[in-house]
């Protein structure tokens, strides 16, 4: 897969916006507080500001958001790991390549039988979790556990929404979500992007 993220672009950003002053940082936070989105040079400011005081306003801010847009709310979902397979190494990870240890994937028979569990128990929501294997833990089947949770219900219900937490992967992939049925959020498990911080996690 080819990197589509600009590593110098942003190295150049956060570097070309060193040592903001308190009044840009103020008006980045009042921009934000319009909901008027932010330009990657006013993230790139945010990133710099140690001063307490603007990082309380900068919190403040950003909570403000979250309720005007989610309001007063939180959403509950059950982790379900459907695959330990995982060519990576992330340090601080039990799946991490390197760790000698059983690994396997869910048969879609012990996927329903972990769905009808978390059915029972409530649960609604469902964070779907899989190491980064795109041999033995291919897109086709995560599809497939996808259409096998949807079509498992118990007496109390069937699970709504799947958080599909995968490796990031290729358009064609991202297109396959699509044309599932129910719509489900896609959000990736790279948990940086940056060269220098995956070389130290
Ligand atoms: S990519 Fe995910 S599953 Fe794999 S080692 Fe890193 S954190 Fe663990």
Known sequence: MSHFIDHNYIENLIGENTNPSKEEILAVCEKASNMEGLTHSEVAKLLHVTDPELLKRIYKTAGQIKNKIYGNRVVMFAPLYISNHCVNTCSYCG??????????????EEIQTEVKI????????????????????????????????????EAQGNIRRINVNIAATTVEDYKSFKTKALAHIYYSRKHTTNQHMKQII
Not at 95 to 108: E, I, P, S, V, Y
Not at 122 to 150: F, M, Q, W
């Open 95 to 108: 799946f991490q390549n390197n760790n000698d240890m059983c690994r396997r994937r869910l048969t879609m």
């Open 118 to 153: 978390l059915e029972r128990m409530g649960h609604k929501r469902i964070a779907l979790e899989a190491g980064e294997d795109p041999k033995n833990c291919p897109i086709e089947y995560v599809l497939e556990s996808i259409d096998t949770i949807y079509n498992t219900s």
